[in-house]
Each structure stands twice: as structure tokens, then as C-alpha cells.
């Protein structure tokens, strides 16, 4: 798709801001070198990719941070103790990753860069010079502006560089180009020239694909034209769901010009689509929430609230700081929110409560059980898994066992201390287990009953002297067995095994079974934390409360994640908000 300019009289008009650029061919910009472009005009060198602006700055700024926490974060993996961290704790998979000696850091390839980018514009001679040098298969005009954007180079540049394409082709600029310089016009916050931009396709274009749509929607919703921004909301609805970021970006938009029924009929129309709102978003209405005095506001910023709890998510570090200054804020109601951490116990660190159990009631057990046997161990592929007359065998050998305490995976718990002999790892951990009188099952390989080094025959017979052993063929997978063995014991029943199940999260139905099994699975998965083989083995503490946000009505509960932490899916925040009222 090409844009075309009726005729170079309008080019000016794109161009306005710029006096110096007179269009045509041969025309040089020598006077714009002269100018301040937003302090590039000290740098000496005419081409550089590395050109310095505020968010490169704030960006290695951060990185900096994160290398520093993640310095700090290697000290401590030497020890491995108390303070080793909770399987389900956030970064804890971060840090094993780092224990573990194989993975290697993914260096990129160096980038390969055709020609340098230009940090100040240039004039039709020197571009002409720049796509002589230009040894890229690529088209040369796209292959820069991409560039561009992706260094977010100054307006200015970007400018000369449509000047001189539109000149070279009566006036016509590809779609593509627009649309990239609408980007840097945007990414910049230059408004004036969002709005020329924003004419000139409105002129050209009956309608404008999401992509161009999406960025004129947040280059305009700063400024007083923010209700145009709603028109093309109203576009994109015609052809496909807007994105979340679009409705962030309208709400936002209402939000700064006090349109505050503008803004939760976005959000009503947002949740209605099934869209999960960014944090963003939900950050706004807190943060717009504390100059309002009005109940109904109140209650919807609680509606907010209950939805992170049935949607197990969890607001970031300045989302929680916006929820605790809303909550102090509101009058007459004496919140105090305080910043802190639960106990192994399950009672908060600020105030004493005791946050909720993270074990399922009997109906969420039931249903969890149900979907989980049909979904993951029959669901239409147990080919795939095992055998059928393998199921069936290993379904009547639990059927005429009593309830197990502990299932264990045979296999995967002997390989957890490379350098100790399997057979010996998992004796160490059956006897410990059958010291404490716990009913043990151990799922295995018929591989395991082969006599060999690794497996040595008189520790496997103590093994079955210990605990019900069933072996499985040496194809089959473990994991259905597992959880089939678990659930069918009862509520009570827990397992081990390093491995944490993520495909058969991936493959449960919906998310409510999905937020039940993560649940379950918190409150059911043993791990083992003693890294010595030899020495007595240590499981860790399996968490009795769920991190989840709660309330009790005068009190609230809110994990919440830290900005320098990444947490994988499976894991949990281990920081939390605490409210309560002062009675
Ligand atoms: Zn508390």
C-alpha cells in the first residue's frame, strides 16, 4: 500500500514544523546541522547507532539495578539452607536456572548492521550517498525507518528521510513508512505532528489498518482532540476486538480529562470481551480513584480488587503503592496499609491474621479430581501416554491398594543428585519417608529392576520392602501415573517430583481448573531442598496458606510483585499489602 501525496503543495503541511526543509531534489539542509536537536548536536560523529535518549538511559538504569539484585542473588546460591527458596516462591526458578551448571547464558549474535544510522537528518545528497553504501537485500527506505524505530531516533531524521523518499517519488510515501514515522512521532510525544500525520491519513484513508489506528489512539489521548481517539476505537470495532492496549489507552485518555463514565464503560466493554486488562489500566482508576469522593466509585475499584483474586493475578510494586495511597485516602474509614511478608504459619507479619488455606475445599477437590482424570490421563490421547492395558493395569493396582500418603516419582527423584547412585538416592528418601509412617508409592521404570550400577538390586529390594512400588514400561510416561495415583488417594496425598507439571496445566480446560490445579498443586507438591547427597534429606515446607488476594471486610490481603523479581507463571509473589482499619 503506498500513500500518495495529491501533489508536493501538501507536503509542506506534513513538513510544517520544519522551515528549514525545503523539498526537492539536490537541495541541501545545511542550516539544519545548526540546530539543537534535543542535545544531539554535541555529538561529533554524523552516524551512530548509539544514540543516548532518556528512556535508553532509564533503561540501563534498570538493567543495572537487575544485574546488581542478580549479583547479590549468586552470592547467596552457595548455601543452601533455610533461606533456599520456596519452590513456588517468585525468582525461585529464576535462581535454580542460575545453580544449575549447564544452562548457558544466551549471548546474541552480534548485529550485523548494513550501514550506520544518521543521528542528525540529511540532506538528498546524503542519502542518495547512504543507499549507495547500502549492501542490504532489503529495501533501503524501509530498512531505515525500521531501524529508526527501533532506536527510537529523533523526528528530525525520520523527517529528512521521508522528505527526500517523497521527492524522489513525486510526492509518494509508502504506508509503511508512515506508519513508522507516526511511531517515533508518538514514542517522542510530539502531538503537533501526531495531528499532521492523523489528517493526512484521514484524507488518504476510509479506514486505517489496527496498526496505525492503535498508535494515533495514544498519540492523541494527551492531548484536548482525545475523543477522536474514541472514533477510531469505534473503527477497529468494526473490522476485529480491539486490543487491551487500545482500551488502556482510551481509559487512560477519559481518565486525564475527568471522564469518568467514559472510563468504566471502556472497562465494562474490555472485561466483556474477555480480554484480562493490563495492570496498567486498573492502575489508573486507583490512582484517578484518590480525588474522588463517591461510593460507587469506591465499590468499583473493589469490584477491581475481586477480580484479581478470581483471576490469580497479582498487582506490581506501584500498582500495590496506588492501592494502598487509595485505600489511606479514603475518608472517614482509617485504612493503614503496610508493606510486609506471612509467615511459614500463614499469619501476617503486619497485623497477626491468618491469611487463607491453601487447601481446597472438598467440592473444588471433587471437581479438580474429575476434570483432571478425564482431561489429562484418559483425554481422548492416553495412547500417546501409555498403553491402555497398561492404564488398566495400573488403575486396578490402585483400585486394590488402600489410600497412599506420598507418591513419588521414582525416576526423577533418583536423578535429582547427579553425582550420588540412583538406586541409593531413592532408598534414602523411601526409608526416611516409611520412618514416619507414611503410606509410600513409588512409580517406576522396568528398567529400574535391571541390575546395574546405578541400580543396585539390593537397594531396589529394600525400596520394595518400604514402600508399593508399580513399573511402568520403560516408554511410558510418569506424570499421568502420578497425578492419578494422588488424586485417587484423596486430599491428604502429596507428591514429589522435581518436574512441575507445567504441559498438564497446559492442557486442563479453563482457567478456573487451571487456578485449582496450581492451587492443589502448591498445596500438594513436596520438594526436596538438601542439595548433599549422603547427609540426612530435607523437604521443604509446603505453604498452608494461598497467596491470593483476600479481604475479611475490614482487612485486607494483597500479594503484590516486586519490579526487580521475575516470577515464572508457576510461581507465587512472596510480598504482600496489608490493610486494615483502625477500629
Ligand atoms: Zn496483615
Not at 477519559?254 to 484480562?276: F, K, M, R, S, T
Not at 511402568?472 to 491428604?492: K, M, Q, R, V, W
Request: positive net charge.
Amino acid at each position: 500500500m503506498t500513500f500518495c501525496f495529491t501533489g508536493i503543495r501538501n507536503f509542506p503541511k506534513l513538513w510544517k514544523n520544519n522551515p528549514y526543509l525545503v523539498v526537492g531534489p539536490g537541495h541541501f539542509y545545511n542550516s539544519l546541522f545548526l540546530k539543537d536537536y534535543n542535545g544531539i548536536r554535541n555529538q561529533q560523529k554524523l552516524f551512530s547507532l548509539k544514540t543516548a535518549s532518556p528512556q535508553n538511559t532509564k533503561a540501563m538504569n534498570l538493567l543495572t539495578a537487575k544485574t546488581r539484585y542478580r549479583r547479590k542473588e549468586d552470592e547467596g546460591s552457595n548455601k543452601v539452607s533455610s533461606d533456599f527458596p520456596h519452590l513456588f516462591a517468585a525468582g525461585a526458578a529464576k535462581k535454580r536456572s542460575q545453580m544449575n551448571p549447564q544452562s548457558k547464558d544466551h549471548a546474541l549474535p552480534p548485529e550485523r548492521n548494513v550501514i550506520q544510522l544518521p543521528t542528525k537528518p540529511l540532506n538528498s545528497e546524503q542519502w542518495d550517498k547512504l543507499k549507495e553504501d547500502f549492501k542490504g537485500k532489503a529495501n533501503f527506505e524501509n530498512w531505515v525507518i525500521t531501524q529508526m524505530a527501533h532506536h527510537n531516533s529523533s523526528i528530525d531524521v525520520a523527517k529528512s528521510l521521508l522528505a527526500w523518499v517523497a521527492a524522489k517519488n513525486n510526492g509518494i510515501v509508502s504506508y509503511n513508512l508512515l506508519v513508522k514515522y507516526l511511531y517515533l512521532c508518538v514514542f517522542h510525544k510530539q502531538t503537533s505532528e501526531v495531528f499532521d500525520v492523523y489528517e493526512i491519513m484521514k484524507a488518504r484513508y476510509k479506514s486505517l489498518e489496527s496498526g496505525g489506528s492503535t498508535l494515533l489512539i495514544r498519540g492523541l489521548i494527551h492531548s484536548d482532540r482525545w475523543r477522536e481517539a474514541l472514533l477510531l476505537l469505534e473503527d477497529i470495532k468494526k473490522v476485529m476486538t480491539p486490543s487491551k492496549k487500545n482500551y488502556n489507552d482510551c481509559i487512560q485518555g477519559a481518565l486525564l480529562h475527568q471522564d469518568v463514565n467514559i472510563a468504566w464503560n471502556l472497562y465494562q466493554e474490555l472485561l466483556g470481551h474477555d480480554l484480562i486488562p493490563m495492570m496498567e489500566t486498573l492502575k489508573a482508576f486507583f490512582d484517578f480513584g484518590k480525588d474522588i469522593k463517591d461510593d460507587q466509585y469506591s465499590n468499583k475499584l473493589i469490584d477491581i480488587l475481586l477480580y484479581l483474586r478470581n483471576n490469580q493475578l497479582y498487582p506490581g510494586e506501584s500498582f500495590a503503592h496506588s492501592i494502598k495511597t487509595w485505600f489511606e485516602s479514603v475518608p472517614g474509614e482509617q485504612w493503614k496499609g503496610q508493606f510486609t511478608t506471612v509467615q511459614k504459619s500463614g499469619q501476617c507479619l503486619g497485623c497477626g491474621k491468618t491469611i487463607e488455606s491453601i487447601h481446597l475445599s472438598l467440592e473444588e477437590y471433587e471437581f479438580l479430581k474429575r476434570k483432571i482424570l478425564r482431561d489429562v490421563i484418559d483425554g481422548g490421547d492416553q495412547y500417546k501416554k501409555t498403553t491402555p492395558q497398561e492404564l488398566k493395569r495400573f488403575q486396578n493396582f490402585v483400585k486394590h491398594s488402600p489410600p497412599f500418603d506420598i507418591v513419588i516419582d521414582g525416576l526423577n527423584v533418583a536423578k535429582m543428585f547427579p553425582k550420588a547412585r540412583e538406586s541409593q538416592v531413592l532408598l534414602d528418601v523411601v526409608s526416611q519417608l516409611a520412618k514416619q509412617n507414611l503410606r509410600v508409592l513409588v512409580l517406576g521404570r522396568k528398567h529400574m529392576l535391571i541390575p546395574c550400577a546405578r541400580w543396585r538390586k539390593d537397594e531396589m529390594e529394600k525400596v520394595q520392602k518400604q514402600a508399593s512400588c508399580f513399573f511402568a514400561d520403560n516408554i511410558s510416561e510418569d506424570d499421568p501415573f502420578l497425578l492419578y495415583a494422588t488424586l485417587h488417594s484423596g486430599n491428604h496425598c502429596r507428591f514429589i517430583t522435581k518436574d512441575l507439571l507445567r504441559d498438564h496445566k497446559a492442557c486442563l480446560p479453563d482457567a478456573k481448573t487451571q487456578r485449582l490445579f496450581f492451587k492443589w498443586q502448591q498445596g500438594h507438591q513436596l520438594a526436596i531442598i538438601n542439595r548433599f547427597p549422603g547427609s540426612k534429606i530435607t523437604f521443604q515446607h509446603i505453604l498452608c496458606y494461598d497467596t491470593v488476594v483476600q479481604t475479611t471486610g475490614d482487612s485486607w490481603h494483597i500479594p503484590y510483585d516486586e519490579d526487580l523479581v521475575e516470577r515464572y507463571s508457576y510461581e507465587v509473589p512472596t510480598k504482600w499489602l496489608c490493610l486494615h482499619r483502625k477500629t
